[in-house]
């Protein structure tokens, strides 16, 4: 079945330093969506990626989407203690579900 | 806050019984989807409801079911429960099963089978 792989599992910065979490496919992607889980919460969605090589950003957020469409990547820039938690990555597979990667768990050190 | 509530939030379950999990889904969206996310992991599917039909299964066995009224509202039905079973159980609603639609979750409802 499809799966979907994230580096790293944990990532632990200090207030200030940047953060990013890779999102990797062995086929292509036909979109990816990112979410932001909370400790204790839910996932939150955050964005959407459709178009090869396309790049959105959102504040200190900077998401990709590859050119070959078989990963992505979340960059935050500055990290602050509020984006504390795990970000999950997930390909929309066609009329059905959401197939998730484990998540990076990020930790910020004030 | 996504307007996609759950209940009950916690609940702790004898291994051998049966739970009901209920969802309620934002206003206006047919497609509700439930998640178990074990922890430490990612949600993992279990089924999608479709304007009251089920039109997409994960890799779970049919002690999961479930049921789609036509509010939209949902229930997902776990018998036979085992300890493997703890986790927390999400559900979220779509308007739609298009690809560019994104999935709004509730708070889950925490698991735990002894």
């Known amino acids: 079945g499809q799966q979907v792989m994230q580096i790293p599992q944990y990532q632990h910065v200090q207030e200030g330093e940047d953060f990013t979490t890779y999102c990797n496919s062995s086929?292509?992607?036909?979109?990816i969506q990112w979410y932001k889980q909370r400790p204790g919460g839910h996932p939150v969605f955050l964005i959407q990626?459709?178009?090869?090589?396309e790049v959105k950003k959102q504040k200190r957020l900077t998401f990709q989407f590859g050119e070959a469409k078989k990963n992505s990547s979340l960059h935050i820039t500055a990290t602050q203690t509020t984006d504390v938690g795990t970000y999950f990555c997930?390909?929309?597979?066609?009329?059905?579900?959401?197939?998730f990667g484990p998540g990076t768990r990020l930790s910020v050190l004030p | 806050e996504t307007g996609v509530t759950q209940s009950p939030t916690h609940l702790i379950k004898t291994r051998g019984q049966q739970v009901t999990l209920r969802c309620s889904s934002q206003?206006?969206?047919?497609?509700v989807s439930w998640y178990q996310q074990a922890l430490g992991q990612g949600p993992q599917f279990i089924f999608q409801?479709?304007?009251?039909?089920?039109?997409g299964r994960g890799n779970f066995p049919p002690r999961f079911s479930g049921l789609q009224f036509p509010n939209y509202s949902s229930e997902l039905n776990v018998n036979a429960l085992e300890l493997d079973d703890s986790a927390l159980y999400l559900c979220?609603?779509?308007?739609?099963?298009?690809?560019?639609?994104?999935?709004?979750f509730g708070q889950g409802t925490r698991l735990t089978v002894v």
């Open positions: 086929t292509t992607l036909s979109n």
């Open positions: 409801y479709y304007r009251e039909e089920e039109n």
């Open positions: 979220a609603s779509s308007p739609g099963t298009a690809m560019n639609t994104e999935a709004f």
């Open positions: 997930a390909e929309r597979v066609y009329g059905q579900n959401f197939v």
């Open positions: 206003s206006g969206h047919n497609t």
């Open positions: 990626l459709v178009k090869s090589g």
